[in-house]
């Protein structure tokens, strides 16, 4: 990373150039291939030459990885059928080769514009993870841009081994106006910064386990996360995925009428409410592991 730039603030292929070894990425269906979205042409919306995500491989630390990076500049880098494709067809290859898998996810979930293309895309990436992880090749999402991972990619970020992500990071299924949509804003007020980061935010996920590390908002932290996961897998099994079951129903029994997120931070080892909520991601984890000491 140079300039100072926050991994927030960069552009999907300077993240990826910024967290792998130094010139060792190369783009799969870079954009002279020209695979653009079928559907958005009718519409008479603009296309992307990348259909707004990069793929491709690279090194980090000398391991080899796949990568990808989700575009958040077009159309909130939301999946159609050509996107989705490149998503799977990159799994399908780390499944394959048993190489690791990394997506950086930016994106509010599917593009729909294309209906149901964009759903069964959705559907096709899921299943390359799972194979993925039967074959105990590590898959990993990073979540660090105010776009978030929700919708189908929200879900897609939680299929994976692990999540990384920065205290700019969302994840969920739905997003805030969608939220603010059906519940009202008195439910929830989607113009309330505060209220959405604490809500869907990545300190209130790592409290909840839904972030397995939350870094600096910056390539070199990112970067070193994700070298930590590369040899690790999370294998899914039925005892595995049983037991899971009954971790979340025992937090939608504590936490499922919670209005106030301070209150779920409070119950989980926040103890300075106003310091935590100024605090860098790793800063916060040292305030969140001494509270429940």
């Not at 799977?88 to 499944?95: D, N, P, Q, R």
Request: with cysteine.
């Amino acid at each position: 990373m140079t300039g100072g730039v926050l991994f927030h603030e960069q552009t999907a292929r300077q993240r990826l150039d910024a967290i792998t070894d130094q010139g060792s990425f190369v783009e799969f269906l870079p954009p002279p291939e020209r695979l653009t979205s079928p559907y958005l042409a009718q519409l008479g919306i603009p296309v992307s030459l990348d259909d707004g995500v990069v793929i491709g491989r690279a090194r980090i630390d000398g391991k080899k990885v796949y990568l990808a990076a989700q575009v958040g500049q077009f159309v909130g880098g939301a999946v159609g059928e050509i996107h989705g494709a490149k998503l799977t067809g990159l799994f399908k290859a780390a499944s394959r080769d048993g190489v690791p898998c990394v997506v950086i996810v930016e994106s509010g979930g599917v593009r729909l514009h294309e209906g149901s293309a964009g759903e069964i895309a959705i559907a096709e990436t899921m299943r390359a993870i799972f194979e993925c992880r039967a074959r105990k090749v590590p898959t990993i999402a990073v979540i660090g841009t105010d776009i978030g991972a929700y919708g189908g990619m929200g879900i897609l970020s939680t299929c994976c081994d692990f999540r990384v992500m920065t205290e700019h990071g969302r994840l969920g299924i739905s997003g805030p106006i969608v939220i603010e949509k059906w519940m009202g804003k008195k439910a929830y007020d989607s113009s309330n910064r505060a209220l959405v980061w604490k809500t869907s935010g990545g300190k209130t996920k790592y409290l909840l386990g839904d972030a397995d590390a939350l870094v600096h908002d910056a390539a070199g932290a990112v970067r070193e996360a994700i070298g930590k996961l590369l040899t690790r897998s999370s294998p899914v099994t039925l005892k595995n995925a049983k037991a899971r079951q009954k971790d979340l129903e025992k937090r939608l029994k504590r936490f499922g009428k919670t209005a106030d997120p301070d209150d779920l931070w409070k119950s989980l080892g926040v103890r300075d409410i106003a310091r935590a909520s100024l605090a860098s991601g790793p800063e916060f984890v040292t305030l969140a592991r001494a509270g429940r000491k």
